[in-house]
């Protein structure tokens, strides 16, 4: 079976929350006779494809950008060529772009949607683009959430109950780097032996603000990994708040972020707007069997980290809330550490890459067969044979 993502970046342009699910996907899936090609866009000038840990990657040139949306006139014929080699092309929503070029690439092969998450943020915008994503979510043929959680609070998704299903994202512990003793002994040394964490792209909706408020005036060491558009904005704060206990590390290879995983004593995960729909950095920390905080905001975050079990969750936007959590979890060790352990029991039970594949897998073989048995009008093009694996 042959399935092409398209989605506006990827490996190894971007690293991002949703670049690491489809790259789990692909990597899980191609280990059950799944060959996956990845469609992106670049700015890189070298664009010839990339084989990347058993799949593809094809990139084709990045033209201009309105609202984080990127746009490629190559991108049409390109999807169109690969399309037809594919017996699946999966979608990786949101990106408008992608809508457009679904229909002006005349996409005809069955056609899944990871609706990772609603759009928040672009409200006038949104208006304009609302037709077309209404077509292009009605003409595909399975649209995935990864929560029953963001399933059940997207008023888009309640427009289509008849196609919609939860497959929630999974992580390989397998595929990250094992902990280098010499990098442990090196960040043990720079931030001490118990902090919290948090790892992500520095972004509007992480809530990093809050974070900072909810520390200031405590002792509690705070560890920012990542790099983003809120950056410069989060240290000016940080400085003029004093806040000394607060150490922002930017961006680091797989290794320091192992480490530091490895070492952290919670994990801080203050992301406060929905445009947070699940947290691929939080549910590292619960592979990692950390004790998580983070916000109810009606995404899959409450549904990786459940109140009272693997964590706490706090109301957003509440640095009294959050600064109430992170103690709770510091003078209490012994309970902090219970609730790592059922992070981690709780990650093997429903959030590993294997189960993440497997119904993938099985949704692939089902929309083709729904296709196939689909009656064919006039002049409508030939349903590709499944290719099954050996």
Same mark, same amino acid.
């Given at each position: 079976?042959?399935?092409?993502?398209?989605?506006?970046?990827?490996?190894?342009?971007?690293?991002?929350?949703?670049?690491?699910?489809?790259?789990?996907?692909?990597?899980?899936?191609?280990?059950?006779?799944?060959?996956?090609?990845?469609?992106?866009?670049?700015?890189?000038?070298?664009?010839?494809?990339?084989?990347?840990?058993?799949?593809?990657?094809?990139?084709?040139?990045?033209?201009?950008?309105?609202?984080?949306?990127?746009?490629?006139?190559?991108?049409?014929?390109?999807?169109?060529?690969?399309?037809?080699?594919?017996?699946?092309?999966?979608?990786?929503?949101?990106?408008?772009?992608?809508?457009?070029?679904?229909?002006?690439?005349?996409?005809?092969?069955?056609?899944?949607?990871?609706?990772?998450?609603?759009?928040?943020?672009?409200?006038?915008?949104?208006?304009?683009?609302?037709?077309?994503?209404?077509?292009?979510?009605?003409?595909?043929?399975?649209?995935?959430?990864?929560?029953?959680?963001?399933?059940?609070?997207?008023?888009?998704?309640?427009?289509?109950?008849?196609?919609?299903?939860?497959?929630?994202?999974?992580?390989?512990?397998?595929?990250?780097?094992?902990?280098?003793?010499?990098?442990?002994?090196?960040?043990?040394?720079?931030?001490?032996?118990?902090?919290?964490?948090?790892?992500?792209?520095?972004?509007?909706?992480?809530?990093?603000?809050?974070?900072?408020?909810?520390?200031? $005036? *405590?002792? &509690?060491?705070?560890?920012?990994?990542?790099? @983003?558009?809120?950056? /410069?904005?989060?240290? %000016?704060? !940080?400085? =003029?708040?004093?806040?000394?206990?607060?150490?922002?590390?930017?961006?680091?290879?797989?290794?320091?972020?192992?480490?530091?995983?490895?070492?952290?004593?919670?994990?801080?995960?203050?992301?406060?707007?929905?445009?947070?729909?699940?947290?691929?950095?939080?549910?590292?920390?619960?592979?990692?069997?950390?004790?998580?905080?983070?916000?109810?905001?009606?995404? $899959? *975050?409450? &549904?990786?980290?459940?109140?009272?079990?693997? @964590?706490?969750?706090? /109301?957003?936007?509440? %640095?009294? !809330?959050? =600064?109430?959590?992170?103690?709770?979890?510091?003078?209490?060790?012994?309970?902090?550490?219970?609730?790592?352990?059922?992070?981690?029991?709780?990650?093997?039970?429903?959030?590993?890459?294997?189960?993440?594949?497997?119904?993938?897998?099985?949704?692939?073989?089902?929309?083709?067969?729904?296709?196939?048995?689909?009656?064919?009008?006039?002049?409508?093009?030939?349903?590709?044979?499944?290719?099954?694996?050996?």
């Amino acid at each position: 079976m042959r399935v092409l993502h398209f989605y506006k970046t990827y490996y190894p342009d971007s690293v991002g929350g949703i670049e690491q699910v489809i790259r789990q996907m692909c990597v899980g899936t191609g280990r059950l006779g799944v060959t996956n090609t990845v469609l992106s866009l670049s700015r890189d000038k070298n664009l010839r494809p990339i084989e990347f840990e058993g799949h593809s990657v094809q990139r084709v040139p990045l033209d201009f950008e309105v609202a984080s949306n990127g746009f490629s006139l190559a991108a049409f014929g390109t999807l169109a060529r690969l399309a037809r080699e594919a017996d699946v092309v999966h979608y990786h929503f949101p990106w408008p772009f992608m809508d457009l070029a679904h229909f002006v690439a005349r996409v005809r092969k069955p056609a899944v949607v990871s609706y990772h998450s609603d759009i928040v943020r672009q409200k006038k915008l949104l208006r304009l683009y609302q037709p077309l994503k209404q077509r292009f979510l009605g003409s595909v043929d399975a649209i995935v959430a990864a929560s029953p959680n963001y399933l059940a609070s997207s008023p888009v998704l309640a427009r289509y109950p008849d196609k919609t299903r939860v497959i929630t994202y999974g992580l390989d512990q397998d595929s990250y780097p094992q902990p280098d003793p010499t990098r442990l002994a090196y960040w043990r040394d720079r931030v001490g032996p118990k902090f919290f964490l948090f790892v992500g792209v520095l972004r509007y909706y992480k809530g990093l603000h809050v974070l900072l408020d909810a520390v200031a $005036g *405590t002792d &509690y060491p705070v560890v920012i990994l990542g790099a @983003g558009p809120e950056e /410069a904005a989060l240290k %000016a704060q !940080a400085a =003029r708040m004093g806040l000394n206990n607060v150490l922002f590390v930017g961006a680091v290879d797989e290794d320091d972020k192992v480490a530091l995983l490895t070492l952290a004593y919670a994990m801080a995960f203050p992301s406060h707007l929905r445009s947070e729909a699940f947290g691929i950095s939080l549910l590292e920390g619960a592979m990692y069997g950390k004790p998580m905080i983070s916000c109810e905001i009606g995404t $899959g *975050t409450s &549904y990786i980290n459940l109140d009272g079990e693997t @964590g706490l969750v706090v /109301a957003p936007d509440n %640095a009294v !809330a959050l =600064r109430a959590a992170m103690r709770t979890l510091w003078d209490d060790p012994e309970r902090a550490c219970a609730m790592g352990r059922r992070a981690a029991q709780r990650f093997e039970e429903v959030f590993t890459a294997r189960q993440m594949a497997a119904s993938y897998t099985a949704l692939y073989h089902e929309v083709i067969a729904k296709h196939a048995s689909a009656p064919q009008a006039p002049g409508a093009p030939i349903v590709p044979t499944v290719h099954t694996p050996e």
